[in-house]
């Protein structure tokens, strides 16, 4: 089965801190996705990448930056965290494009 | 940006019923998917129905497909309390643009035991 691994499931952080939420999948995608949700909101897509060192904005890329050195690993950088970016992050992979996304459990991160 | 949306926002019904979510969308897309997610947890990818397609049968889901109306639906027959769950159609853009799937805000669907 294919697993993401998100590395945290709950953080707390101060405004101003820098944040990493790391993903990892392991069955060698190359896509892998970053979204947020929020009640009332839904899903919304922050980055994306295609490939090794690639990167493209999704909808709400503000604030938010990406690391993709491996093609395993995916990670989100909140440069300097504020309260409106309190939020449940999500990460998903899949094999190609149009086919099914695979999710990791979400990190809830609170920022203060 | 949002393009599918799903109906109702919630949905409560008695074990055993059937319950209907439906998803409309404004753009010509490749394939429509609905996902499910339980409270805190991350999506599971229950079916993926092609633009060419006009019912998806697995297990006790069934997904239909109008594209002349722009317009899907989930079925869940025989429901049960596990079934409790937000559930999300996710569209694939004709086109592809910068990703090519984008989800709905989902349908909060309890099943009272």
């Known amino acids: 089965d294919v697993k993401v691994t998100q590395s945290s499931r709950y953080l707390v952080k101060r405004t101003g801190e820098k944040v990493f939420l790391e993903c990892v999948q392991d069955m060698d995608h190359e896509n892998m996705f970053w979204y947020r949700q929020d009640p009332g909101l839904g899903l919304r897509l922050i980055y994306f990448s295609y490939d090794v060192k690639m990167k493209e904005k999704g909808d709400i890329p503000e604030g938010y930056s990406v690391s993709r050195e491996k093609k395993e690993r995916f990670s989100l950088i909140l440069e300097s965290a504020s309260t409106n970016q309190t939020s449940m992050y999500l990460c998903?992979?899949?094999?190609?494009?149009?086919?099914?996304?695979?999710f990791g459990e979400g990190s809830r991160l609170t920022v203060l | 940006s949002q393009q599918g949306e799903e109906d109702p926002q919630a949905l409560s019904i008695q074990e055993g019923e059937n319950a209907t979510m439906n998803c409309s969308y404004k753009t010509s897309i490749n394939n429509l998917q609905w996902y499910r997610q339980n409270s805190g947890r991350g999506l599971v990818h229950l079916i993926l129905?092609?633009?060419?397609?006009r019912e998806k049968h697995s297990g006790r889901l069934r997904v239909t497909l109008d594209t002349s109306k722009k317009s899907s639906s989930l079925l869940i027959t025989a429901s049960r309390a596990a079934d409790t769950a937000s559930y999300f159609c996710?569209?694939?853009?004709?086109?592809?643009?910068?990703?090519?799937?984008?989800f709905g805000k989902g349908t909060h669907l309890i099943i009272q035991p």
């Open positions: 129905i092609r633009s060419n397609e």
């Open positions: 996710a569209t694939g853009i004709s086109g592809g643009g910068a990703d090519g799937l984008t």
């Open positions: 998903a992979s899949r094999q190609q494009k149009g086919g099914e996304l695979f």
